[in-house]
């Protein structure tokens, strides 16, 4: 059974960081692909970030410099690191993996 359990979300003030993870299990981890999405309230999911498993990164543009998106196989993990947060950075942050997703993890950057 494939599980993937995000943590690391909260409230943060603008111009903070948090760090995302996303630990895999029922996975070959170190084979797959690792994405992160994010949904803000009454917009669709969009995607943030990826890892490949060669560690090729991708990100979507608007979070390019900000934040970094990494992997420990060893751990099953992908992280996303997110500095200079901004309002509209607030969204549910979702971990995709193996074509599975996890429950996702609150992400509030308010004053």
């Known amino acids: 059974q494939v599980q993937l359990v995000e943590s690391g979300g909260g409230l943060v003030q603008p111009g903070g960081s948090l760090r995302l993870s996303c630990a895999a299990s029922?996975?070959?981890?170190?084979?797959?692909?690792m994405g992160w999405y994010r949904q803000a309230p009454g917009k669709q999911r969009e995607f943030v970030a990826a890892?490949?498993?060669?560690?090729?990164?991708v990100y979507e543009d608007s979070v390019k410099g900000r934040f970094t998106i990494s992997r420990d196989n060893a751990k099953n993990t992908v992280y996303l690191q997110m500095n200079s947060l901004k309002p509209e950075d607030t969204a549910a942050y979702y971990c995709?993996?193996?074509?599975?997703w996890g429950q996702g993890t609150q992400v509030t950057v308010s004053s």
């Open positions: 029922g996975i070959i981890f170190s084979k797959w692909t």
């Open positions: 890892v490949t498993s060669g560690g090729r990164t």
């Open positions: 995709n993996g193996a074509q599975h």
